[in-house]
Structures are given as structure tokens and as C-alpha cells.
């Protein structure tokens, strides 16, 4: 006797379709966050360097992009399934 | 184009001699032989399948490196608003740092899937199978076709006019366009809102950007009809490759002239403001540049008008397997790391080292021409990185004609007029409907609209609106009925147009003469000129200070979803067929 399942990438389909929209939402909310608070409205005189960029663009930018990538990569190689494509027309 | 300015460098970098002509021949020449490498690698198998989709046979540099088409802008819009705000626009660019991720891990997959489970090679056909209802796919057939044909013709004008600058001796610094009185001020307006940047002419045009305009076009469309998909998309890989070297070299020598990064950007604070270091950004004409509200859009912007375009859509369903989506991801987002951010360091040196440009357009081939001066190969080395844009510029047309002959021949041609096409018909339509987008183009283009660069952001940014939800809802929800998609579809354009149009009339009543009632009553509505964002005639209406797209998607949610829930629910066998697998116990 037949049972119907889910199709088994359209599961794990879900499941990344929504970590990368989780992680969209945090790099979203902590970028933003950090450079609306230290980027804007500031006293020029406050400004620090760090590497040669504004401590707001290093931290609130440069920094998050480097965890991005390696969030990424982490999420491609060990949290992404591999899944059997059909043939064309099945 | 005489150069009628007083140089602003130190060095006479009007005329770069032959170099850029022969880096640009050398561009149209390695495409014309990628095309034909192309042609002999699908010859075996079914026409429009090898021809439209390379046989689903992307490996994971073509698919990384091409699925998000850059385009002449990011060599020449991108550069010219760091170059006008600061560091601020490298938030306005934040979010590629997510991008490659979102660009395969939200529907990647399933639309890889889902073409192949209804054996469909273009977007509208996959919809059009997957709901099985016609309206669907003509719809979104339209849709695709018409916001692709803006954006393309505006590239043919761009193409045109770099060839036109790159004849030695014409001032090839204007690599963007005609200098215009407020060239400034406009080019700041037109390329900000889209990084695919173009601008309308208001100049008599001369006659290189004749011979500009049809070398671009036989070029482009020829190497396209040989090669197909595949042609485009190793052109596209070539210039993508040809571009991080030359940001590479460009950010290694810029850099350190200015005297480092840090001092490069206390010269730019001394030669404008403190602003160019903070948010909103630096401007010269009081408009906040990036407001919060603003910046939290580009967030939803970049993302969400990414990973539905037409053009990454076919590439994901090109893909070989998921395996190579899995190696794109990480090599995209390297490869991201690697453009924005030192275009941004370049971007802030260039006040250093060129501090008062007129035309901020120009600043990547200025420094390109500074930098390398006195290097060996010098010439050569900043013809490259001045045939980049070009590069780029051919490799997203011919993706552009692709998807848009694809449309003609599969979704109108064999769908709707001649169902029992032979191959030998297919293949002529597709060659006649390519050539004719052509012909179309340069047509077009032999008097350019005054107004193509708001219709290309609104192809852009409309494209988004319309498709984001749909397609997710195609992708991932059992219920989502034909009259939902058909809703999702047109309330999320039509309320994006809203509101650009509201802008549009917004801006039109802001500088109308005084006693004009209907303006009046225009500003009483809408409220007058917020003074953010870009400026320009075609600037969006903003409701509290967000982008339409934002506003347009939350729209297209509901009209999707609505729709969906009131109609009746699909048969839940044809659903079965797309969600479903039979396990035997």
C-alpha cells in the first residue's frame, strides 16, 4: 500500500529556504542597528579608525560581511541537502 | 566629446590612445569565440533546450558568477555615488553580504525541481504548468518580455556610447554619457535608484554613436544566435573574471597613493565634509542621501529583486545538480567580498587623488588611467579595467535577448500560435524573433527616449514587486490557486507604478511654476519634496520615508494570498503531482 509523503527536497527546501531568511534577518537587524546607533547624527570629532575604516563602517559593515561569508559557506557545505533532481519531464 | 573642462588631474588622462579600443576588441573577440565554443558544445542534443538552457548542464562558477547579472553599473553608477556620499553607500550595498546566500537557498532548489518536473525551460512556462492555467503564463510571459525589453534597450544605448568614447582621441572619460550641465546632479539621481545605469540623451548624437550602436548590436546578438544560453552565460563568466582583477589592481595601487585608507579618508572629510564619513552621506545640494527608512529598504530592495529576476531564475533552472548550487553560494559570496567593498576603499581615495570631480561617473576611469600611469603596460592594464563596464554591458544584453526570444518563441510562438512547430520552425522563429529584438533595439536607440531610466527602474524594481511573492508561493504553498498568482502578479506591479507614478506627479508639482492650481492641490495631497533619497525627475513617492518595493510586496502578500483562500482550491491531484511522492511500506 502506497503512502503519499511530502517530496523529500521540497522538506529540506523549506527548512533552507527559512534559515537563510532567519539569517537575512539577523544580518538585517544587526547591520542596520549597529550603524543607525554609531553612523548617524555623530560628533565628527568622535571618530575612531579601525584597519583605515570609520569604526561604525568596520563594525556595522566590513565585519557582519566577513560573518555572512563564512555563515554562508558553513550553510553550503554542511547545512544545505543535496537532493536528486528529476529528469526532465518526470 | 571635446573635453571642455580645465583637467582636474595632474596628468593629461584625456587620451588614452588605442589601449580601450583594442581592450574592447579584445572583449567582442573573446566573446565571438566563446559563442562559437558554445554552438559546438550543444549541437548534440534538442534545440530549444541546449539553446535556451544549455541542457541544464551549469557547473558552479557559471551559475555563481553570473546568477546575480552585474551590469555596466557597478563599474560606473556604484562608483559614482561613493564617490558623491561617502561611506555610507557602502550600507546602501550592505546587503549583498546576504545576497549569494538568499540568491539559491530560498527557491533554488525547488525551481530546479519544479522545471524539470514540468520539463519547462522559461519562467511563465514553469507557471504556466505548475498551475496549469494559460492566463498564468501569458501574464507573467508579458510581464517578463516588456520590464526585460526597458532594461535591455537602455544597456544598448550604454554599449553604443562606450564604443563611441573609445575611439582614441574622443575623451574617452565620458565613458557614461554626454556631459550635461548638471551632469553631477543628475548622474547622482539616475544611477542611484538602479545600479543598471543609463541615462536619456539630450544631446544631437554624432556619428560614431552610429557605428558604436551597430558594431554593439551585430556583435551581441551574433554572438548570441551562435552560442545561445551558453554563450551568454561564458561571456558573462569572462567579464566577471576580467572585473575582480581590475578592481583587485585598482584598490592595491589606489590605496596606498592616497596614503592609506584611514588617511585617504581624513583628505576626503578635509576636502568636503565630516558628512562623507557618516550617514545620511555627503551632499551637496542638502538631500539626505541614505535615511534609516531608506537604508532599511535597499535591504529588502537588493534581496528581494534578486533572486526572482528573470535572468537568475533561468540560471538556477540551468543548474547541473544541487550540488553546484551549494558551490555557488560560497563562491559568490567570496566573490561579492571581493568587488563592493574595495570598490568602496577605491571610491574613497579618488577624493584624495581626484578631489573635485565634475562628473563623478568618471572616477573609475580617471583613477584607472592615474593609478596605472607609469606601470608597465599601464595602458594596456587600465584599457582593461576601462572595457570592463563593456564587458559587462554585452554579457547582461545577451542574457536579456535570450530570456526575451525565449518568451517570444516558447510562451507565445509554440503555446499560442503554432503548438506543432518542427524543430526547423523553432529554430527559425528563434533566430528571426533575435534578430528582430535587435533590430527593435538599435531602432530604438537611433533617437533614445528621454525618459528610458525611469522605466528601467521601474522594469527593475517592478519586476521584484510583482514576482517575490508569487514565486514563493508557487515554490512552497499547496494552496496557492491561478487566480492568486494572477493577483500577487498584477497588484504588486500596479501598486508599485502607484507609487512611482505619485512621485513622479509629486516632483512635476514641486517645481511647477507658482499659481498652478493643480499643483497646489498635488502638494496639499502628497505633501511636498521630502528632500531624501536621489535627486531627479523620477524620484518614487516614499510612504514614511520606504521605498514602494517594501510597500509593494506587503501588497502583493495580501492580494496573493487573499485571492488564493476565497477562490477554490486546486485539484488536489494536479497539486499531488508537484508536492507529493508515493512511498511504498
Known sequence: MPDIQELPLLKSA?????????????????????CFQNGYGRAPESLTYVLGFPDWVFWGIVVPWGVCTIVASIFAFWFMKDEDLPESGQ | ???????????????????????????????????????????????????????????????????????????????????????????????YMVVPLLSFAVV?????????????????????????????????????????SFTMFAQFKAGATIMKHAWPGSGVLALSEDYEPTAAEKAESKNATDVNSNKSASKPIDRKYYVGLIV??????????????????????????????????????????????????KTAIANTSSDIAFGPGYSTI?????????????????????????????RVMAAESTEVMRKSIC????????????????????????????????????????????????????????????????????CFILVISSGLVQDIYVRFLHPAATEAQVRR????????????????????????????VLSASGGGAAFTIPVLM?????????????????????????LSAAGWLQNWAAAAPEGSSFARSVIDVLGPDPKIGVPGLFRPYYIFGIDPMVWSLVVSAIAGIGTSLVTKPPAEEHVSRFFDVAVVK
Open chain 1, 14 to 34: 523549506k527548512r533552507e529556504a527559512l534559515t537563510a531568511l532567519g539569517i537575512w534577518l539577523a544580518a538585517t537587524i544587526y547591520s542596520l542597528g549597529y
Open chain 2, 1 to 95: 566629446m571635446a573635453n571642455n573642462q580645465p583637467m582636474l588631474a595632474a596628468t593629461d588622462i584625456s587620451n588614452p590612445g588605442y589601449s580601450v579600443l583594442f581592450a574592447l576588441l579584445l572583449f567582442i573577440g573573446a566573446s565571438v569565440w566563446l559563442g562559437t565554443l558554445a554552438q559546438k558544445a550543444m549541437e548534440k542534443k534538442e534545440f530549444l533546450k541546449g539553446f535556451f538552457l544549455g541542457n541544464r548542464g551549469l557547473g558552479a562558477w557559471a551559475l555563481a558568477l553570473t546568477a546575480t547579472v552585474q551590469s555596466g553599473g557597478t563599474f560606473m553608477g556604484f562608483p559614482a555615488l561613493v564617490y558623491s556620499h561617502g561611506w555610507i553607500v557602502l550600507l546602501w550595498i550592505g546587503s
Open chain 2, 108 to 148: 533554488g532548489k525547488r525551481l530546479a525541481q519544479l522545471s524539470r518536473m514540468t520539463d519547462s525551460f522559461t519562467v511563465p512556462d514553469l507557471l504556466r504548468e505548475r498551475f496549469a492555467d494559460p492566463r498564468v503564463g501569458l501574464v507573467s510571459s508579458i510581464m517578463i518580455i516588456t520590464f526585460m
Open chain 2, 216 to 265: 554593439f548590436t551585430v556583435t551581441v546578438v551574433g554572438y548570441t544566435l551562435i552560442g545561445g544560453f551558453l554563450a551568454s552565460v561564458w561571456t558573462d563568466l569572462f567579464q566577471s573574471v576580467m572585473m575582480v582583477i581590475g578592481v583587485t589592481i585598482l584598490v592595491c595601487l589606489a590605496v596606498p597613493m592616497a596614503g592609506g585608507l584611514e588617511q585617504a579618508t
Open chain 2, 286 to 314: 542638502g538631500r539626505e542621501f541614505l535615511t534609516p527608512g531608506l537604508a532599511l529598504s535597499m535591504f529588502f530592495i537588493w534581496i528581494f529583486g534578486g533572486f526572482v529576476s528573470p535572468a537568475s531564475m533561468v
Open chain 2, 331 to 398: 563562491l559568490l559570496s567570496c566573490y561579492n567580498c571581493l568587488i563592493y567593498i574595495p570598490l568602496v576603499m577605491t571610491c574613497i581615495a579618488a577624493r584624495t587623488m581626484l578631489p573635485h570631480l565634475d562628473k563623478p561617473d568618471e572616477v573609475i576611469p580617471r583613477m584607472s588611467m592615474l593609478v596605472t600611469e607609469g606601470l608597465p603596460l599601464g595602458a594596456f592594464i587600465s584599457g582593461l579595467i576601462l572595457a570592463a563596464p563593456f564587458g559587462a554591458i554585452m554579457a547582461s544584453v545577451s
Open chain 2, 429 to 456: 522563429a528563434t533566430n528571426v524573433s533575435m534578430v528582430s529584438v535587435g533590430l527593435i533595439a538599435v531602432l530604438a536607440n537611433l533617437d533614445p527616449p528621454q525618459y528610458l531610466q525611469a522605466l528601467v
Open chain 2, 474 to 498: 508557487a515554490c512552497y504553498w499547496r494552496r496557492t490557486t491561478a487566480a492568486g498568482m494572477l493577483a500577487g502578479m498584477l497588484v504588486g506591479f500596479c501598486f508599485y507604478f502607484g
